[in-house]
């Protein structure tokens, strides 16, 4: 299968490979391209920006939850109709899961889908040192296909000229532009790293200002042509998690609105394909649950969103009488906040949440938890069966307070979880934890879930 595609890493986390990204794939677009999207690793975030650049869905590609044959074959699937891929890297090209196991890291995902690697270095301040500094990245791992540099945040023309003419004279490697620093075309950032897209409507403009930057500076034809360069890909099997979509059984119930955007979308297109119907819920303005046989309430910014969340007193009542009910509801990180009796801000305001969970939750103004993690199920629960290890990622800067001793599902055996030791609260047969989990971790959250729902439907 021939598919067009580049990968666009950094040097480390804030080299301006998301500007240089999102300003590639909106550029690309404005030229006529089809592109498609992806993010290499768990991040919920980045990929909500790929949305507005590009026009279309973008999905995670994460070597340490997803095996190399799922990474294909998300990438293929993701990529059908496009005329070009972009895959925008996470921190540095060979950071990963440890100090030592590239497991997790852009490089390897980029041997896994074969894709030529454009490298984004951050060359403030320096100059010949940067022939250096780019030359040991190509050095570390022959195996990853370097096609070149974009030299970023440099200074005055002089200065782009010398570390230009460095890195193509000592390091050898092809520049394909240099980005003058620019704080008009950084992106916000909040405390869990950029905000979230579906809260900017005015990033439109801007992701039109970052084209132009990256029309002006970088040779966008020589990236396509790059593109290009990328060998055929091997035929994949369809994972029949979406290749075979039944007929609705139940109705979902999805929480998307601004304060909950953190969802994997292969995660939505399996349960869809499995038999779930998805009803959107709008948190803050929606007056009841609509009819629904299950809830699903990912992550994302309660905290900020919380004077409103509690504001909508109707649908918190109407969130507790359904898990009050038996009925399954399935709920991540902000969604475990929201649960709960009450969120405690960083400005130290209290504001009342669900109340179904006998927790309150902490803001902090450090991270309470970031990283992969590795859960075992200890207790059958509506997503996994006693047993099974679910591999995820959490990040979050909030506590959790327990009022009383609480039934958990998972035991945590790397991570932190809720308490240190454990994840998953569990009451009736509503299942609230910190780890976020992908489909092609552990396919059989997605049926487990829906069988659940079934059977109550059929009640």
Do not use: W
């Amino acid at each position: 299968m021939d598919i067009p595609r580049i990968l666009i890493s950094g040097t480390s986390s804030r080299a301006g490979k998301t500007v240089i990204s999102i300003g590639l794939m909106r550029a690309l677009r404005n030229r006529g391209y089809r592109v498609a999207p992806f993010k290499v690793g768990p991040d919920f975030i980045d990929p909500s920006y790929h949305l507005f650049a590009t026009g279309r869905v973008s999905r995670n590609l994460d070597e340490y939850m997803m095996s190399h044959g799922d990474i294909l074959e998300a990438f293929v699937r993701g990529s059908r109709g496009a005329d070009i891929a972009v895959i925008e890297g996470t921190m540095g090209l060979y950071d990963s899961h440890n100090a030592v196991d590239a497991r997790g890291s852009t490089a390897e995902v980029s041997k896994v889908i074969k894709a030529p690697v454009v490298l984004v270095a951050n060359v403030e301040r320096i100059s010949r040192t940067a022939a250096a500094f780019v030359l040991g990245y190509r050095l570390f791992d022959p195996e990853v296909n370097l096609a070149g540099v974009i030299l970023n945040r440099v200074g005055n023309p002089r200065h782009a000229y010398k570390a230009r003419t460095a890195v193509e004279v000592l390091a050898k490697m092809r520049v394909f532009g240099t980005v003058p620093r620019n704080p008009g075309i950084e992106i916000p950032e909040r405390h869990l790293g950029l905000i979230p897209a579906y809260e900017k409507d005015k990033l439109e403009q801007l992701f039109d200002n970052l084209a132009s930057v990256v029309e002006e500076h970088i040779d966008v034809e020589a990236l396509v042509e790059v593109a290009r360069s990328a060998p055929p890909l091997e035929e994949v099997e369809p994972s029949p998690l979406f290749s075979e979509p039944k007929r609705p059984r139940v109705t979902l119930g999805v929480a998307r609105d601004v304060a909950f955007t953190f969802y994997y979308q292969d995660n939505l297109d399996a349960f869809a394909a499995q038999g779930a119907r998805l009803v959107p819920i709008d948190t803050l303005r929606d007056p009841a649950l609509p009819e629904v046989d299950a809830l699903y309430i990912g992550g994302g910014f309660p905290e900020v969103m919380a004077e409103q969340l509690e504001r909508n007193r109707p649908l918190r009542r109407s969130i507790y009488e359904f898990c009050e009910s038996g009925r399954p509801c399935y709920a991540e990180c902000g969604g475990l906040m929201y649960l709960g009796q009450s969120i405690n801000t960083r400005d130290n305001h209290e504001y009342e949440m669900v109340g179904f969970l006998p927790i309150a939750t902490e803001m902090r103004a450090k991270f309470q938890a970031l990283g992969y993690v590795r859960n075992l199920a200890v207790r059958d629960n509506p997503v996994s069966r006693s047993g099974d290890l679910l591999v995820g990622h959490e990040f979050h800067y909030s506590r959790v307070k327990a009022f009383e001793k609480l039934s958990f599902a998972y035991r945590v055996e790397r991570g932190k979880g809720v308490d240190g030791a454990h994840d998953g609260i569990l009451v009736k047969n509503t299942l609230a934890n910190y780890m976020h989990v992908h489909v092609l971790s552990y396919p059989g959250m997605v049926n487990n879930f829906l069988n659940l729902a079934e059977k109550f439907k059929s009640c």
